[in-house]
Nanobody
Framework: QVQLAESGGGLVQAGGSLRLSCAASGRTLSNYAMGWFRQAPGNEREFVAAISRSGGNKGYADSVKGRFTISRDNAKNTVYLQMNSLKPEDTAAYYC????????????????????WGQGTQVTVSS
């Protein structure tokens, strides 16, 4: 079983940047496809970005495409989410998740397919 811990959230002005990290322990991260999701108060958890085990395939929600970049460093057992040009509507708790069942080059945008979740890190973007 893998444990996930997010960090890097905080308060930033609109137009600013943050980099979120998701550190894994317990098992090597290379065994998992990884995803980032977010949830704002009163809203359902929504897909943000995902990356395959190989790192060669990535997917993004339309709302963040061109602004956010997901990456992984399997040697450091860490996944990152670089967030640029932040907007107030990006305000949410951000969660990383791991999926152990997908093929090597695949990822999923569906939260119900992920097996393990971190506790989340809060991102607040002021206008």
């Amino acid at each position: 079983q893998v444990q996930l811990a997010e960090s890097g959230g905080g308060l930033v002005q609109a137009g600013g940047s943050l980099r979120l990290s998701c550190a894994a322990s317990g098992r090597t991260l290379s065994n998992y496809a990884m995803g980032w999701f977010r949830q704002a108060p009163g809203n359902e958890r929504e897909f943000v970005a995902a990356i395959s085990r190989s790192g060669g395939n990535k997917g993004y929600a339309d709302s963040v495409k061109g602004r956010f970049t997901i990456s992984r460093d399997n040697a450091k057992n860490t996944v990152y989410l670089q967030m640029n040009s932040l907007k107030p509507e990006d305000t949410a708790a951000y969660y990383c998740a791991a999926d152990q069942a997908l093929p090597y080059a695949s990822y999923s945008v569906r939260p119900q397919e992920y097996d393990y979740w971190g506790q989340g890190t809060q991102v607040t973007v002021s206008s």
